[in-house]
């Protein structure tokens, strides 16, 4: 015995220390594959020089003598900071996750590939114009630069979540860009969860009444009386039997969810409504909190024979445009219009050959080809794709469609994002010959997908607003106008063209002197195309309308930042006062909650309980309401919609939704409430301890900040994600949306300003940008996570485009020569 325990201690005494010593080693070899903070490198395709010199937050400061030289440098700073970012993007427009994530992501590829999305990326790359096509060479020549480099002594050529997964990136494509762009229409893409939810209500049995009491139209619009679609579609109805394994496994990890459905606040100020005489445009775009930042922020400097031009702002990885930002002359800003450029078409199929389907003109074959899915540890999974004279075919088991459809009938998807000849990334390109308002609008001709409202500013003085972008035109007999699937057979349902660029939303200095949007409806009851139905909620646009376009004080940079940083929730502040007041002096209701509620002036603050009360009571309370009519549809309904629960309180429903149809008698709204929000104090109880002084929204709504995949691994996530402490709510402009329907985190913010930018027309360089996480996409990166805590504050950096502004402060400088 005596001799095994000292074999024992010699084995400890040499392994242990052997184990740290190659642990150590390995962390060191794999932190030092972040790049060099300077160095050069010979680039074949180089008309002259490039310098990229990098700030001391990360920002790249890129000079170079032509656009496409500057695209070349932007492509190798991309490559260098964000190359896992781009290789999960574009993996994810071929449908090829699975090579790298296994088996968890073979639906999504199913799906992504379904779509056929890089196959309309790669025809749209060779009709682009030559010019496009060049300047996507160049910067996929920059981006090759850096992978096809040779490696320095003892560093991981590659960022660590290649090392983890064994995964080696390919060379960058030209096509590849095309389709990382349109993976934002698929990240924005508004109106497909809008119809298969009308879907599933149908399927139940609500009726168009009923369907309208969930899914409101918003104020002034009048849409016409939805069809009764069980008629229409020919649709079961009764009580829906969906396995919860099922929902799981199909969940899309790299596609929006309702809970993260993009949403952004912009506005633009007239010279006469600030207080320096000049305009002031500001914009935050919200959308899914990951990490990295889906954001990248650079500058590029173009210097020839006619002078100097410059961009700032914030790019894509993987494409060499400046999205949001400005020029030497020109600020603008986006937020996601969300229009229906999405309809689902029921296909009937032949029940004496099932490669055929009903048209107008009688049967027709689909389109098919074999796919094929390579799955990182497992089996090849192969599967047709098929598609119609509408589009793809969706596959059955996307947001459960298999359990809603009648038998002999499939899904199809018409989307403009699928265009085959998509030019949106020329209107990028143009931008740098864009000197005004004017011609910022015109260079938006090639602007396909994803439809976006967009402000601009001059130095001028003048302002605008234009939203650019393809929309289909429909039938004007055609009653379900875009709100829920249609059948395919029928051609009152096909689209009859597309709205023409001049009849598109467009402004020019309007009267008041202020433009802002924020998703809600933007057009007036004059317009006279179809946009959508279904627009987001207005409590932003509201508070908005307040703060900026209706406050006649002149206002300023500062002020402009005090209204990205407000939290006040218009939404909750509407519907508290009628919760509170029905249960008020109920019995088993905490009078000191209640107390404190009632004092509470609605601001999502950080340090405050009474948002953490609220949002629980609002969420317990829309499970106690819904949850027994809706069943299996209830989950993919399920998040803070205020309109619903101000007309639910006021009784304005086509039924007593608050009845509940389990028990023998009629429940009010106010049983439920009470219920709820007992069922909440105690939930927040157990999440956050009994000691109700203790409870912070902040603890709870930490920003998610999200690794792909890695914030999916308990023992990586820590290292990957990035969390902080964030202020907002769904309905406040500084905004942090909750997944509610998540047991398990539901007030983690998952979607919010993922971007903000303000630009000051008095002097340009004093603008200001902030994204959500860091400049760099390598967690052993100190700017990895630094942006964290400045964006939770409302806090920003400047990037001055003047040489002797930004050349102190460059902390390394890498050099393109022309091979």
Not at 377 to 391: A, E, K, L, S
Not at 690 to 703: F, I, V, Y
Not at 740 to 765: E, Q
């Amino acid at each position: 015995m005596r001799r095994i325990i000292k074999a024992l201690i010699r084995f400890i005494f040499f392994a242990v220390p052997l184990f740290l010593v190659v642990a150590g080693a390995g962390f060191f070899w794999m932190a030092r594959s972040l790049p060099p903070v300077s160095g050069s490198m010979n680039l074949q395709g180089l008309t002259g020089p490039v310098t990229i010199s990098r700030d001391e937050n990360g920002v790249p400061h890129i000079a170079a003598t032509s656009m496409n030289d500057v695209f070349s440098g932007l492509g190798f700073a991309h490559a260098q900071d964000r190359l896992w970012q781009m290789e999960v993007s574009r993996m994810a427009a071929q449908g090829r996750l699975s090579e790298m994530f296994g088996e968890p992501t073979v639906d999504t590829d199913i799906w992504l590939r379904s779509m056929g999305i890089f196959e309309a990326s790669e025809t749209s790359y060779e009709d682009m114009p030559e010019s496009g096509q060049d300047a996507l060479k160049a910067y996929a020549a920059g981006v090759n630069a850096w992978i096809e480099r040779e490696g320095r002594p003892f560093a991981s050529r590659l960022p660590p979540e290649f090392v983890i997964l064994g995964h080696t990136p390919e060379p960058w494509e030209p096509a590849h860009t095309v389709g990382a762009i349109k993976m934002m229409s698929v990240t924005l893409g508004a109106n497909l969860p809008f119809e298969v939810m009308r879907l599933s209500f149908a399927r139940l049995g609500l009726s168009a009444d009923e369907i309208n009491d969930l899914l409101p139209p918003g104020p002034g619009d009048n849409p016409p009386p939805l069809p009764d679609l069980a008629r229409l579609l020919d649709l079961e109805s009764g009580p829906l039997d969906i396995a919860e394994e099922r929902e799981a496994r199909l969940d899309l990890p790299v596609l929006e969810d309702d809970a993260r459905r993009g949403a952004s606040n912009n506005w633009v100020l007239a010279g006469d409504r600030t207080t320096t005489g000049l305009p002031v445009l500001a914009n935050d775009p919200h959308l899914s909190l990951s990490a990295p930042s889906i954001w990248y922020l650079a500058h590029l400097r173009v210097t020839d024979e006619s002078g100097s031009r410059n961009l700032v702002g914030a790019t894509l990885a993987g494409a060499p445009l400046v999205l949001l930002g400005r020029s030497d002359t020109i600020a603008w800003g986006f937020t996601n219009t969300a229009s229906d450029v999405q309809d689902i078409f029921i296909e009937k199929i032949n029940p004496d050959n099932a490669d055929e389907y009903l048209t107008p003109d009688g049967w027709k074959p689909f389109g098919s080809q074999e796919e094929t899915i390579k799955v990182s540890g497992n089996d090849d999974v192969t599967f047709d794709r098929r598609w119609t004279r509408h589009g793809p075919v969706l596959p059955m088991g996307y947001r459960n469609l298999e359990a809603y459809l009648p038998s002999g009938t499939l899904a199809t998807l018409q989307w403009v994002a699928l265009a085959k000849d998509d030019t949106t990334v020329m209107s990028g390109i143009k931008l740098w010959d864009s000197t005004t308002v004017a011609e910022f609008q015109d260079a938006m001709a090639d602007y396909v997908t994803p439809m976006q409202s967009m402000v601009v500013a001059d130095r001028s003085g003048d302002i605008g607003l234009i939203a650019p972008g393809r929309v289909p035109i429909r039938n004007p007999e055609n009653q379900v106008m875009g709100r829920a699937p249609v059948p395919g057979w029928d051609p009152l349902y096909d689209w009859q063209g597309m709205i023409p660029f001049d009849g598109l939303p467009r402004r020019n200095s309007p009267a008041i002197g202020a433009i802002a949007t924020a998703n809600a409806k933007m057009v007036g009851p004059d317009y006279p195309y179809f946009l959508t139905f279904d627009w987001e909620e207005a409590w932003r646009q509201d508070r908005l309308d307040e703060l900026v376009v209706e406050d006649v004080q002149p206002q300023s940079v500062e002020m402009s930042r005090d209204v990205q940083a407000d939290v006040f929730s218009t939404g909750f502040a509407a519907m508290g006062p009628q919760m509170i007041r029905l249960i008020e002096g109920k019995k088993n209701v905490d009078p000191d909650v209640i107390a404190r509620l009632k004092n509470w002036d609605y601001q999502m603050v950080r340090e405050s309980a009474a948002p953490l009360i609220f949002i629980a009571w609002v969420r317990e309370s829309m499970i106690g309401i819904f949850k027994d009519d809706l069943g299996p549809t209830f989950d993919p309904w399920f998040r803070a919609r205020g309109n619903v629960m101000v007309n639910v309180l006021a009784g304005q429903t086509a039924r007593n939704w608050c009845d509940n149809r389990s028990t023998p008698g009629e429940e009010s709204c106010a049983d439920i409430l009470a219920e709820s929000l007992e069922r909440a104090l105690v939930d927040l109880e157990e999440r956050f301890g009994t000691d109700r002084e203790n409870w912070q929204w902040g603890g709870a709504h930490l920003s998610s900040g999200e690794h792909t995949p890695f914030g999916k691994v308990p023992i990586l996530k820590r290292f990957f994600d990035v969390q902080v402490a964030s202020p907002g709510g769904p309905f406040t402009l500084d905004r942090g949306v909750t997944r509610l329907s998540n047991s398990k985190t539901p007030y983690v913010n998952v979607s919010g300003a993922s971007f903000r930018g303000i630009y000051d027309f008095a002097d340009l360089d004093n603008s200001t940008y902030i994204i959500t996480t860091g400049q760099s996409g390598n967690p052993f990166s100190r700017h990895y996570r630094d942006f964290a805590v400045p964006w939770s504050n409302v806090e920003s950096i400047r990037i001055p485009t003047d040489p002797a502004s930004w050349e102190p402060a460059i902390v390394g400088s890498w050099q393109l020569v022309p091979r």
